[in-house]
């Protein structure tokens, strides 16, 4: 019961701060490409790649690989808004604008996660 409380919390601020980078973002480049999805799912892989890596090689115990996985990085991260902002992009007929923001988002978020979980490997 305890663990899905802290789930439940760590999920409350990855969404707080995922509109707090989105907003943040937003403001300081263009409103015709999502940058701020873009870099919030990017940097929600890198944090999900480190707690995986340091999970599986260093032992990070159950309770916080969650917490901080499934709690703060599913709260943080959007699938969602990433599907719907390049649907978007299509309808307004931006398909070069729709296609980048599908490849660089499964591209950099991979690469990211790669990373996140390399440098827990150091």
Known sequence: MLLTFAVAVAAGLGAVARYL?????????????????????????????????????HGLTNAPTTVIGVGF??????????????????EEREYRQAAINVAASAG????????GFALALL
């Open 108 to 115: 950099l978020g991979l690469a990211a996660a790669a990373a």
């Open 21 to 57: 980078l989105d907003q943040f973002v937003g403001h300081r480049l263009s409103n015709e490409f999502p940058y701020g999805t873009l870099v919030i799912n990017v940097s929600g892989s890198l944090l999900l790649g480190l707690v995986l890596g340091l999970a599986m090689h």
């Open 73 to 90: 990085a599913g709260g943080y991260t959007t699938l969602s808004t990433w599907a719907y902002e390049t649907l978007v992009l299509a």
